[in-house]
């Protein structure tokens, strides 16, 4: 078993940053690929960022491109996401995922280990 605790979500102006934090704990996990997804009120939950348990890999969906970056170092937790310019239409519960059989997964259904989500919230 593995336990994912995110952090770091809060309440920022639009064009503001925030840097939110997936830490991880249990069995062995440094193999485990890790991604974050977000929960807007009344809309399905989306990929948004992915990053191989090396770090070498990262993968984005294209609405973050170029303002958000998913890093870790080396095989380690925890797993960041430095979010930037950020709108109000980045307002959600962002979640972390984890799993020892993805590389880079984009679909939820992939990951096995999930936290208990933050809250963003882009407002003036």
């Known amino acids: 078993q593995v336990q994912l605790v995110e952090s770091g979500g809060g309440l920022v102006e639009p064009g503001g940053s925030l840097r939110l934090s997936c830490a991880a704990s249990?069995?062995?996990?440094?193999?485990?690929?890790t991604a974050w997804f977000r929960q807007a009120p009344g809309k399905e939950r989306e990929f948004v960022a992915a990053?191989?348990?090396?770090?070498?890999?990262?993968y984005y969906t294209d609405s973050v491109k170029g303002r958000f970056t998913i890093s870790r170092d080396n095989a380690k937790y925890p797993v960041y996401l430095e979010m930037n310019s950020l709108k109000p239409e980045d307002t959600a519960v962002y979640y972390c995922?984890?799993?020892?059989?993805?590389?880079?997964?984009?679909?939820?259904?992939?990951?096995?280990?999930w936290g208990q989500g933050t809250q963003v919230t882009v407002s003036s």
């Open positions: 995922a984890a799993d020892p059989w993805v590389r880079i997964g984009v679909r939820d259904v992939g990951y096995a280990y």
């Open positions: 249990g069995s062995t996990y440094n193999n485990y690929g």
């Open positions: 990053i191989s348990y090396g770090g070498g890999t990262t």
